[in-house]
């Protein structure tokens, strides 16, 4: 595992600290109510994606927009960007968007210092593949791209740090229906690169891995 992921990681999260700071001090003093929903909130996220068909470990940043409806029942709809290093041979960028629906099983949202949840949802992702080089194939052609759809299933909790913020800690398991991209690793008189192949036959395959998130959330407003 690359020693500079959690470094990394690190940075990105102080950096989402630090900008959503000024939203923290000016915001509203909002607190949800035990009984209805309509409470909003804006938050920032960063990522980690583990454990999925290539090995690597990759690190993002993103952002999240908090609907709740019910005392027990809230909304996310968020946006990650994740950048993934493939053994210094090539890089993958996944963009998702999505959303999720967040079930209190346990206590209310406003009851205790934190806040175990469950979560279930549905996302877009587009994700591209390139390499840094490649001696087989014209170096235009070094990268491949596709759009998938996905589901993912999680838990998570929120700490609550104020009446009006949150820091929620969640992973989840998101499984991505779409084109195959099959990477190996090869090599040509002693060069190792990154083949990159695209199924001819534009089957559908699925693909999994956990994603593991820290957000900030600020709360803006009571719509109702």
């Known amino acids: 595992m690359n020693s500079n992921i959690f470094p990394e990681f690190m940075k990105k999260v102080l950096l989402c600290l630090f900008l959503i700071n000024p939203c923290l001090l000016s915001a509203q003093k909002l607190t949800p109510t035990k009984n209805d929903g309509g409470f909003l909130q804006l938050g920032m996220r960063s990522t980690i994606s583990a454990f999925g068909s290539n090995g690597y470990i990759g690190t993002g940043v993103g952002g999240q927009l908090r609907l709740k409806l019910a005392n027990k029942?809230?909304?996310?709809?968020?946006?990650?960007?994740?950048?993934?290093?493939?053994?210094?041979?090539?890089?993958?960028?996944?963009?998702?968007?999505?959303?999720?629906?967040?079930?209190?099983?346990?206590?209310?949202?406003?009851?205790?210092?934190?806040?175990?949840?469950?979560?279930a949802g549905h996302c877009f992702d587009f994700t591209k593949i390139s390499t840094n080089s490649n001696p087989e194939i014209n170096l235009l052609k070094n990268n491949l791209s596709r759009w998938s759809s996905a589901?993912?299933?999680?838990?998570?909790?929120?700490?609550?740090?104020?009446?009006?913020?949150?820091?929620?800690?969640?992973?989840?398991?998101?499984?991505?229906?779409?084109?195959?991209?099959?990477?190996?690793?090869?090599?040509?008189?002693?060069?190792?690169?990154?083949?990159?192949?695209?199924?001819?036959?534009?089957?559908?395959?699925?693909?999994?891995?956990?994603?593991?998130?820290?957000?900030?959330?600020?709360?803006?407003?009571?719509?109702?």
């Open 73 to 119: 029942l809230n909304t996310e709809w968020f946006t990650d960007y994740i950048t993934t290093d493939i053994g210094g041979l090539g890089n993958r960028v996944d963009a998702h968007i999505g959303w999720s629906v967040m079930f209190y099983p346990f206590k209310d949202y406003n009851e205790a210092k934190f806040t175990p949840y469950i979560l």
């Open 151 to 224: 589901v993912q299933l999680g838990a998570g909790t929120h700490f609550h740090i104020s009446p009006k913020a949150d820091v929620s800690l969640a992973a989840q398991y998101m499984t991505h229906l779409g084109n195959d991209i099959h990477t190996e690793k090869a090599g040509i008189n002693g060069e190792s690169f990154l083949r990159i192949k695209e199924d001819n036959q534009k089957n559908l395959s699925l693909e999994g891995h956990l994603l593991f998130t820290v957000s900030l959330n600020i709360a803006i407003t009571d719509l109702w």
